[in-house]
């Protein structure tokens, strides 16, 4: 049965920088992404890659502060996130999926396999 385990959250001052760790267990996935939902917000996608990282995509609003990478021999996706902002404040959850997405990407109920959230929260 697959499973997704993330860390790395926690409480950072603006400017500063996390790294997201999210363990995959199970099947072997091409798909991994990440998305986020901040207070009174919908879940929106951050970024997303497949295994061997030919695609990458990030929503712009992270685009050259986020990066999210795969380490295809222990199984974990990270997000090294720099320069955080308050706005970036939200619950982090990692997705994977076992068929490449493509330009699907962005569609979460394409991803069958999700991570508990962590919190990352950016103070001013």
């Known amino acids: 049965q697959a499973q997704l385990v993330e860390s790395g959250g926690g409480l950072v001052q603006a400017g500063g920088s996390l790294k997201l760790s999210c363990v995959a267990s199970?099947?072997?996935?091409?798909?991994y992404a990440w998305f986020r939902q901040g207070p009174r917000k919908e879940r929106e996608i951050v970024a997303a890659?497949?295994?061997?990282?030919?695609?990458?995509y990030y929503t712009g609003a992270v685009k050259d502060r986020f990066f999210i990478s795969v380490d295809r021999a222990k199984n974990i996706l990270y997000l090294q996130m720099n320069n955080l902002r308050p706005e970036d404040t939200a619950v982090y959850y990692c997705?994977?999926?076992?068929?490449?997405?493509?330009?699907?990407?962005?569609?979460?109920?394409?991803?069958?396999?999700w991570g508990q959230g962590t919190q990352v929260t950016v103070s001013s």
């Open positions: 997705a994977a999926s076992e068929y490449f997405l493509g330009s699907y990407y962005s569609d979460q109920g394409r991803y069958s396999n």
């Open positions: 199970g099947p072997v996935f091409e798909s």
């Open positions: 890659t497949d295994k061997s990282a030919v695609t990458v």
